[in-house]
């Protein structure tokens, strides 16, 4: 899998990296939609989290900037040789 890294460079991913990096997302999201769930105090604190971020996202931007990421990576195309 080839994508760019925020320097503009391409960036190859072997399918186990790919895997493994998708399962951090994911575990990421489940983390942050279960903290929203444990009442107003832990919400408020989840919202002041990820608005410390860089980018300043609200919990429901940044799962939705999460799930953009899983969808990069399941359909991104596979990397070919520069052979």
Do not use: F, K, W
């Amino acid at each position: 899998m080839a994508m760019m890294n925020g320097a503009g460079r391409q960036l190859v991913l072997n399918g186990e990296e790919a895997a493994v990096i998708r399962q951090a997302l994911v575990t990421c999201a489940q983390l942050i939609s279960g903290a929203g769930g444990h009442g107003a105090q832990a919400s408020t604190l989840l919202a002041e989290v990820t608005r410390r971020l860089p980018g300043g996202r609200s919990p429901g931007g940044l799962l939705y900037d999460i799930g953009l990421a899983v969808d990069d990576l399941d359909s991104a195309a596979a990397a070919r040789s520069a052979r």
